[in-house]
T-cell receptor, first 114, second 113 residues
Framework: DTGVSQNPRHKITKRGQNVTFRCDPISEHNRLYWYRQTLGQGPEFLTYFQNEAQLEKSRLLSDRFSAERPKGSFSTLEIQRTEQGDSAMYLC????????????FGPGTRLLVL | DAKTTQPNSMESNEEEPVHLPCNHSTISGTDYIHWYRQLPSQGPEYVIHGLTSNVNNRMASLAIAEDRKSSTLILHRATLRDAAVYYCILRDDNAGNNRKLIWGLGTSLAVNP
């Protein structure tokens, strides 16, 4: 399967711990997006990469959050000193730069902070 | 970004057509109308998009009002697998590079067997 993959699918951690999530986009896609989704809400944009460059970060992305896409392929999202409010589904999407882009989403990583 | 309004929930019977409405009265001339859906415990998936003309693909049809202030996603024969949250999203695909999607609450569609 050549879709978007995310690992891990589930993560339970204690408050104050650091966590890192990985996203592997569709191989030829040069754009990669991270979203966060809490229960009963639509996804919220967090950040966006074009190749290896992080071009936009939402105000939702506090200093405890950092994202990288070192070689323009896979991406990681790290949350430091997790808080209970970080509990959510973290979604990754990739797309090919075209005039009207379709985003392809991974299955998400569900984070629970105890 | 222009906002959309969708009913919170709708119900349909299997093998019947479903019409999912979306109001977007503040749509601008360069906003495309995108529909995504999210099945339970899965990431969202693209359904269809359009600008002015009605569109058809293997998943659904999109009917766009002449004034573009509303649109309707049509599932021609609902199946149990179509039970999902359907999101109607406006995006200016002519503006800059960031094609982020701004999501509302969507319509939760239940399909009865």
């Amino acid at each position: 399967d050549t879709g978007v993959s995310q690992n891990p699918r589930h993560k339970i951690t204690k408050r104050g711990q650091n966590v890192t999530f990985r996203c592997d986009p569709i191989s030829e896609h040069n754009r990669l997006y991270w979203y966060r989704q809490t229960l009963g809400q639509g996804p919220e944009f967090l950040t966006y990469f074009q190749n290896e460059a992080q071009l936009e970060k939402s105000r939702l992305l506090s200093d405890r959050f950092s994202a990288e896409r070192p070689k323009g392929s896979f991406s990681t999202l790290e949350i430091q000193r997790t808080e209970q409010g970080d509990s959510a589904m973290y979604l990754c999407a990739s797309s090919l730069q075209t005039s009207v882009e379709t985003q392809y989403f991974g299955p998400g990583t569900r984070l629970l902070v105890l | 970004d222009a906002k959309t309004t969708q009913p919170n929930s709708m119900e349909s019977n299997e093998e019947e057509p479903v019409h999912l409405p979306c109001n977007h009265s503040t749509i601008s001339g360069t906003d495309y109308i995108h529909w995504y859906r999210q099945l339970p415990s899965q990431g969202p998936e693209y359904v269809i998009h359009g600008l002015t003309s009605n569109v058809n693909n293997r998943m659904a049809s999109l009917a766009i009002a002449e004034d573009r202030k509303s649109s309707t996603l049509i599932l021609h024969r609902a199946t149990l697998r179509d039970a999902a949250v359907y999101y109607c999203i406006l995006r200016d695909d002519n503006a800059g590079n960031n094609r982020k999607l701004i999501w509302g609450l969507g319509t939760s569609l239940a399909v009865n067997p």
